[in-house]
């Protein structure tokens, strides 16, 4: 195995076009929306309310007021695109940023959903070449949740939808989600599970150390949540769900020979499990794509390639969130064929996420077709 892949570039590094899937974008209403409600709910949800600085000690910089992401946050426009063309993006996969609306009551949620799939469509429309995007959705109303997917999909031309993990504590192996689920798999989208901070019944020894977030609650949370959707059989009540994980994989890929080994002593057994028809990590492989997003690192890359395969792994920066140059230049330093380059960086997400080809600007009721759809319904 080479231990150094990034020192030797096989071939060029840069592909016919790089698209980057795991984009996040917020409307200026649901900023202010999610301030208020963790405001006045910090009991609720302690870790978003850590992560949105309401309980969170000043920051060691002392820089107060807006973080500094916010302005481009909600830029849909010049402002974002000048950073696409500065970066090397040539097309986002735009996300309502993390928690959603996952932290309103369900009727604010409803609304703010629907607003957030409209000014999304309408900012693809305006730049068809150079966005694409994820449907939020409301899982604390599951039916509507699983409408506003189909009308986000059919009418709007999303992708897909994006769940930022637990909502109110529940996963989405809950019976009560089986409406999304049925929806996702009946159109054939994937559902992108995103990163919140941890549910509050396990947030609490994350607190006092500041580990809510990226630097580790994050993958937790996710992780957890995949394999809630493994061990209670939820997949194999829906063989042709696609879901998509992100930061390398919340750390599953360099468990999954661990997971299954304990899974055959018996480990993952509990009174919400059921048998499984399959090893732990075929499910996995199956099932769920995942994304480098602010994960640029080699070793990690090297191992989710090894354990994945290179069609499952795809190109993502977390904008704005994350340096977008910087996952440039380190994808980019990776070594890759032109094939495998261009496989993760722009093919992987055009068949996942069914992209229209770069000269086909999606306009809903007349789609463009992928590049490559997928014939087995996975991802
Ligand atoms: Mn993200």
């Known amino acids: 195995m080479n231990m150094a892949p990034d020192t030797h570039s096989k071939t060029a590094r840069r592909p016919a076009r790089r698209i980057a899937v795991e984009e996040g974008f917020t409307l200026p209403e649901i900023w202010t929306a999610a301030r208020r409600v963790l405001g006045g709910h910090l009991g609720e949800e302690p870790g978003e309310a850590f992560v949105f600085g309401l309980t969170a000690p000043a920051p060691r910089s002392g820089r107060a007021g807006p973080p500094p992401w916010l302005a481009v946050l909600t830029d849909l426009d010049d402002r974002r695109l000048a950073d696409m063309d500065a970066s090397g993006i040539d097309l986002q996969l735009l996300l309502l940023a993390s928690p959603g609306v996952q932290i309103f009551d369900a009727g604010e949620a409803r609304e703010l959903a629907m607003l957030a799939n409209d000014r999304l469509a309408s900012a693809i429309a305006r730049h068809p070449t150079r966005f694409a ?7 604390q109303d599951p039916v509507f949740a699983a409408a506003e997917l189909e ?3 059919r009418t709007l031309g999303l992708r897909g939808a994006v769940i930022n ?3 109110g504590g529940e996963y989405l192996d809950g019976e009560r989600f089986e409406p999304i689920l049925d929806t996702a798999e009946r159109l054939d989208v994937p559902i992108y599970i995103h990163p919140r901070a941890p549910s509050p019944a396990m947030v609490a020894p994350y607190l006092d150390q500041g580990l809510v977030g990226a630097i580790w609650g994050y993958a937790v949370e996710v992780g957890l949540h995949a394999l809630r959707l493994i061990f209670s059989g939820t997949l194999d009540r829906h063989p042709r769900l696609r879901l998509v994980i992100g930061h390398m994989g919340e750390g599953i890929p360099f468990f999954l020979d661990r997971i299954d080994t304990h899974h055959g002593y018996g480990g993952g057994w509990g009174h919400r499990s059921r048998p499984l028809q399959r090893r732990p990590s075929e499910y ?3 099932h769920f794509c995942i994304t480098t997003s602010g994960m640029n690192w080699a070793p990690a890359l090297r191992l989710a390639i090894d354990t994945l395969g290179i069609e499952r792994v795809l190109f993502a920066a977390d904008y ?3 340096d ?5 230049e380190r994808i980019s330093a990776f070594a890759l064929s032109d094939s495998e380059r261009a496989a993760i ?3 992987n997400a055009s068949r996942v996420f069914r992209l229209p080809a770069v000269a086909c600007p999606d306009i809903p009721g007349s789609r463009a077709e992928s590049q ?3 014939t087995d319904g996975r991802a």
């Open 165 to 167: 993990s637990h909502t």
């Open 324 to 328: 977008t140059k910087a996952a440039v």
């Open 372 to 374: 490559d759809t997928a």
């Open 320 to 322: 704005p969130f994350e």
């Open 151 to 153: 009308r986000a999909v």
């Open 284 to 286: 996995f492989r199956e």
């Open 133 to 139: 995007g994820l449907a939020a959705i409301p899982p």
């Open 345 to 347: 960086e722009a093919d």
